[in-house]
Nanobody, 118 residues
Framework: QVRLVESGGGLVQPGGSLGLSCAAS????????MGWYRQGPGKQRELVAS???????NYADSVKGRFTVSRDNAKNTVYLQMNSLKPEDTAVYFC????????????WGQGTQVTVSS
C-alpha cells in the first residue's frame, strides 16, 4: 500500500510565501513523477506543478515565476514553494505520485488547504 502524507498549508496574506511537502511511503519500486494539483472553490482540479524522475518540471501558466517544485528522490518527497501568493491561489492542494516504470499507478495525498487572504 502506498501512502502520501502532505504537510504545510494554512493561511497567508497576499504577497506572502508558503511551503508544502509530500512524502510517499509504502512498498513500491520506483516513482515516475510527483507533483501537485489544486482545486479552488467551485473549480475543477488543475495541475499546478510536476517533477519527473529525470528532473524535468512543468508548471501551470498561472504560477510560473512564483512557484517552485522540487523533489528529493532519496526521501521520496516532493516540495512546492509558493511565493507572491494571490487570493486566487486559494485552494485545496493535492500531491500525487505516479508510481511504476512501464505501467504506472497514480496515488493521491489527502489534500491540504491553502488560503490567501488579508
Amino acid at each position: 500500500q502506498v501512502r502520501l502524507v502532505e504537510s504545510g498549508g494554512g493561511l497567508v496574506q497576499p504577497g506572502g510565501s508558503l511551503g508544502l511537502s509530500c512524502a510517499a511511503s509504502g512498498s513500491f519500486s520506483s516513482i515516475s513523477a510527483m507533483g501537485w494539483y489544486r482545486q479552488g472553490p467551485g473549480k475543477q482540479r488543475e495541475l499546478v506543478a510536476s517533477f519527473t524522475r529525470y528532473g524535468s518540471t512543468n508548471y501551470a501558466d498561472s504560477v510560473k515565476g512564483r512557484f517552485t517544485v522540487s523533489r528529493d528522490n532519496a526521501k521520496n518527497t516532493v516540495y512546492l514553494q509558493m511565493n507572491s501568493l494571490k487570493p486566487e491561489d486559494t485552494a485545496v492542494y493535492f500531491c500525487y505520485a505516479d508510481i511504476g516504470v512501464v505501467s504506472t499507478i497514480l496515488y493521491w495525498g489527502q489534500g491540504t488547504q491553502v488560503t490567501v487572504s488579508s
